[in-house]
Nanobody, 119 residues
Framework: QVQLVESGGGLVQAGGSLRLSCAAS????????MGWYRQAPGKEREFVAS????????VYADSVKGRSTISRDNAKNTMYLQMNSLTPEDTAIYYC????????????WGQGTQVTVSS
């Protein structure tokens, strides 16, 4: 099994920055692409960003593109999401996920970390 644990959320003022982390443990050798979703109150969970395990190539949602950077340290089995120029619209619970190698779709989820941006 694989466990994902997020950290780094919190309360920040608009215009500020946060760095989220997602640490994987367990059978991490099965992991492929990893990424982040978020869910704001009263809204559906939405994709934020993903990163390839093999190439490190990243994909971003338009809502965060240009002000967020996703990265991963495979040796530490940890993924990061650096978010800058935060706005109240970024307020949500952020969930990290991981695919199984060579498969699509999230297979594992973290418990989520709350990000609150005050205006």
């Amino acid at each position: 099994q694989v466990q994902l644990v997020e950290s780094g959320g919190g309360l920040v003022q608009a215009g500020g920055s946060l760095r989220l982390s997602c640490a994987a443990s367990g059978h991490t050798f099965v992991l492929g692409n990893m990424g982040w979703y978020r869910q704001a109150p009263g809204k559906e969970r939405e994709f934020v960003a993903s990163i390839s395990r093999s190439t490190g190539s990243a994909v971003y949602a338009d809502s965060v593109k240009g002000r967020s950077t996703i990265s991963r340290d495979n040796a530490k089995n940890t993924m990061y999401l650096q978010m800058n120029s935060l706005t109240p619209e970024d307020t949500a619970i952020y969930y990290c996920y991981a695919n199984r190698w060579a498969m699509t779709g999230p297979a594992y989820w973290g418990q989520g970390t709350q990000v609150t941006v005050s205006s």
